[in-house]
């Protein structure tokens, strides 16, 4: 069905006029002068206009111009909420989501059961909802219980310029229901907003739209903004760094907020946490530290009253050192090696006694720090709009949601590290994890245009000009980044089968089309193409694959899909709660404590520092421990998860033994949502994870080797045979179907010295050479069965798999290489 409209025709641009209608909504005498400040209420016409004439609109303007708050209500005040349907409006982030629509219902006087909100798992929507936010997420799900989205008369489409893949869908899709909705008299309008100008992605696209949509610009106003550079390369540390910049902002410099960009919710805390205790408020004085440790742990508490005894002896800070700093660049040096770089807590220099930090902080212009992420209650984020105490100074630290979805009143100083953390997809292995890396010059701009809404203004960026200049212009559209095989799951799930010719904004390549489905088919996500037909037809049947009921579940997992296979795999001999924990575990990654800081000069690497040596040490003993066990560095996961929990996943018991605290517990909350994830798919399955795992039996083992195979079957490797070995680059080497080189086994794995002939690998490393990491044996006689689909008998020569199963039933890896080009893979053998 879908199908068939997304082959339909393109949006039609021109319609005719509709009547005006004008509903009153009662705004107060105070937020209605604040409203005519904003420069979209001088384009409220010609926005109106184009809406009327035109199915598909473009806003452009800068952050703070009023797109999100003042667009929705110049719908509903032209009736377009008056009818049957209402005015649905995407965010990609839950904070803009739900901050803005209590923020619109404040302006309207309205009601929140009239202007309401839906993020993934919560939201206020009631049958009078008129005006309703919600995550682009959303919107997709809702576009797979009803295509045509007959629930909206609008859609708006907020953010675009973020790129963020379900927004790109949603456009793509809208594409098509708008012209749709329209021919069938039902009528419906896209509005589409963006914080740049940069929008051609979306205009100029005819597979899109057939004539391109008009754009509306919306001048704001923006004071000049002065650039400050750091001098120096830039240190890791930029937590640190930020702290320091802000105490001299604030000592030195005359009185206006302070906006400080991070990249994560710890760092956030973290830096509120060092701010607050450098700057306290006085006993009755604004309360602001009580939301301050929202998000420590009953064990962090723990931790840090454990480290604190034991550190009675540490120097203390003397924090008055900071004001006697000259306020030019490049004078971090001198701090260099304070320490407070321990992002989980461990800033003992300051405790958490205000008490003893008072004795030593000048507080005689409070700060007021307020946190702004993502996932900060909605009364926490409210703070940051309401003016600051009378006599204190706001600061607010946030991630980059303060870049272009909210914009905060009276900033007049930015601090910006310059990284943004973005989610991260590994072209080899699908995994998805989070990576903290450097911004683009664009997304910089923004940040430092959040200093001059009010008054000329001043941007600290925490690097050096230099690495400004490497910066890329913009940030890519996060879909040509990644592979797609979820994505592509995702569509089909929607009943979208030809996602080659989805109108993407910007298409990811063929080749990662092709190659996620594929992989899909051979997991059994989708259903296999016929193979009966002319070769055109079959070629484009194997592009068009529908969902397999199995691929609907795994669409379900929020875990790329060999993961999800290993998910739908696990309730064998009760290994679901191990093939959850694995699975977590690989998700999250790298589980040990980091062995190299990224050093730049990787030749220094010989010299081991004390720290890398026990580092080391330790990751041999997490390795022995699994060693008879061929999980292999799977086990080691497995082993390490387990250990950890037992011991209550203390930051303790992490650093003493050399795993990374944050990844245990993010794999802790993993596996909660894993099981709760299965258990939705699957209510009598019933799994409950019990945090305290006992080990794993060896039929269990077994086992889960095998589930690991299911789901990395196309991550197969062998053993080189004697045969091969008159080339000496071979030695140890594996084969793979993919790469015509010979890959290894990473030195930190647990099968190093093992080397079993047949392994799975988790991903593909290249660094001096290419090795595998995450690699766990498996049993030659269990692939045939297990993975059909990659094996072929007969002669190797006409083998269209890399895997051949002789007659004799010994597998051999030939011709590496062959396998993406000549395609699909033939039927089981027979052993
Ligand atoms: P845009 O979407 O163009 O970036 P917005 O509509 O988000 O602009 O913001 C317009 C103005 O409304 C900004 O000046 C902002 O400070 C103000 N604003 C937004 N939300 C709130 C709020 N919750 N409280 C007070 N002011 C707000
Ligand atoms: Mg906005």
């Keep these: 069905r879908n199908e068939k409209t997304l082959d339909q025709e393109k949006v039609d641009t021109k319609m005719p006029p509709q009547p005006t209608i004008f509903i009153p909504v009662d705004r107060s005498a105070e937020i209605q002068e604040a409203r005519l400040k904003l420069p979209v209420l001088a384009e409220e016409q010609v926005i109106m206009e184009a809406v009327r004439e035109n199915p598909c609109v473009v806003i452009c303007g800068e952050t703070g111009s009023g797109k999100t708050t003042q667009v929705p209500q110049f719908l509903y005040e032209a009736g377009y909420a008056s009818g049957s349907g209402i005015i649905g409006i995407t965010e990609p982030r839950r904070v803009a989501a739900v901050s803005m629509s209590h923020r619109v219902a404040k302006e309207m006087n309205l009601s929140t059961r009239v202007v309401s909100y839906q993020i993934r798992y919560e939201g206020n929507v009631t049958s009078d909802t008129k005006i309703k936010f919600m995550t682009d997420g959303v919107l997709l799900k809702e576009v797979q219980k009803d295509f045509l989205l007959q629930r909206y008369s609008v859609i708006i489409i907020d953010e675009a310029h973020e790129r963020s893949v379900y927004t790109d869908i949603l456009i793509g899709l809208l594409s098509r229901i708008v012209p749709l909705r329209n021919k069938k008299g039902l009528p419906m309008k896209l509005l589409v907003m ?55 902002i604030h000592r030195m410099l005359p009185p206006g907020g302070i906006l400080v960009f991070l990249t994560g919710q710890a760092e956030v805390h973290n830096l509120c946490r060092k701010l607050r205790n450098a700057f306290p408020f006085r006993k009755g004085n604004t309360t602001t530290g009580e939301d301050e440790e929202g998000e420590t742990s009953e064990a962090m508490r723990k931790f840090k009253k454990a480290k604190r005894k034991k550190a009675v002896s540490l120097p203390r800070i003397d924090l008055d050192n900071y004001s006697a700093l000259p306020l030019d660049e490049g004078d971090e040096d001198r701090e260099a090696g304070i320490g407070y770089e321990d992002e989980d807590g461990s800033d003992l220099e300051f405790g958490d006694d205000p008490a003893g930090a008072e004795e030593k902080a000048d507080p005689s212009i409070p700060l007021y720090v307020l946190p702004l992420y993502s996932l900060l209650a909605p009364e926490q984020q409210a703070k940051v709009f309401r003016p600051p105490p009378p006599g204190t100074r706001l600061c607010v630290v946030a991630t980059n949601v303060a870049e272009t979805s909210l914009t905060i009143p009276a900033i007049k100083y930015v601090v910006d590290c310059g990284r943004v953390k973005k989610r991260f997809y590994d072209r080899v292995t699908g995994v998805s994890s989070f990576k903290v890396m450097w911004t683009s010059q664009a997304s910089a701009n923004q940040r430092a245009g959040r200093a001059g809404r009010t008054e000329p203004g001043h941007c600290y960026r925490l690097y050096s000009s230099a690495v400004f200049g490497d910066f890329t212009l913009f940030s890519e559209a996060e879909i040509t980044r990644r592979p797609v095989e979820d994505l592509v799951l995702q ?37 296999e193409p016929p193979r009966t037909g002319s070769v055109k037809e079959m070629e484009r049947a194997r592009l068009s694959c529908p969902i397999s009921p199995l691929g609907r579940a795994m669409a379900s997992f929020p875990v790329a899909p060999r993961y999800a296979k290993m998910l739908a795999l696990g309730k064998q001999q009760d290994c679901l709660p191990y093939v959850i924990a694995v699975v977590a575990a690989m ?16 030749d220094e690497s010989s010299k081991l520092t004390q720290r890398r040596a026990r580092l080391i040490q330790m990751r041999r003993l997490w390795a022995g421990q699994g060693a008879p066990l061929l999980l292999g560095d799977l086990m080691v996961m497995l082993g390490a998860v387990g250990a950890c929990e ?29 099981t709760n994830a299965v258990n939705a798919v699957c209510p009598e399955v019933g799994v409950f994870v019990n945090p305290k795992m006992t080990p794993p039996t060896e039929h269990q083992v077994v086992c889960l080797r095998q589930i690991v195979l299911a789901g990395l079957g196309d991550h197969l490797a062998r053993r080189v045979q004697a045969e091969d070995l008159l080339d000496p680059k071979w030695k140890n080497g594996y084969k793979t179907p993919l790469l015509d080189d010979p890959v290894f086994i990473h030195p930190s794995s647990a099968l190093f010295k093992t080397l079993p002939e047949f392994i799975v690998y988790q991903e593909i490393m290249e660094s001096t050479k290419m090795y595998m990491r995450g690699v766990s044996a498996v049993e030659a006689e269990w692939i045939p069965e297990l993975l059909p689909q990659y094996c072929h008998s007969g002669s190797p020569l006409e083998s269209p798999s890399p895997w051949f199963c002789s007659s004799t039933g010994t597998i051999r890896c030939h011709r590496p290489s062959t396998f993406f080009r000549v395609g699909w893979p033939l039927p089981a053998v027979e052993m």
Aim: aromatic content about 8%; glycine content about 4%; charged content about 30%.
């Design 491 to 527: 569509m089909k799930d929607l009943n979208i089968d030809k996602v080659v010719n989805f109108p993407f904004p910007t298409s990811p390549s063929a080749e990662a089309l092709v190659a996620a489905e594929q992989l899909l088919v051979s997991l059994g996500a989708l259903k």
């Design 194 to 248: 963006s914080a740049t100008l940069r929008v051609e992605d979306f205009t100029d696209n005819a597979k899109l739209f057939r004539t391109p949509p008009p754009v509306t610009k919306v001048d704001a106003r923006q004071f000049p903004v002065t650039i400050h550079f750091n001098k120096r390369t830039p240190m890791e540390d930029y937590t640190g760094d930020a702290f320091q910049k802000i105490c001299k």
């Design 646 to 674: 037992f011991a209550g996943c203390t930051p303790m018991f992490c650093e003493e033994n050399g795993l990374r605290y944050k990844a245990m517990v993010e794999i802790r909350k993993l596996r909660g949502q894993l």
């Design 587 to 602: 998700t999250v990654r790298e589980i040990f404590e980091d062995l190299d800081r990224p050093d730049r000069s990787e």
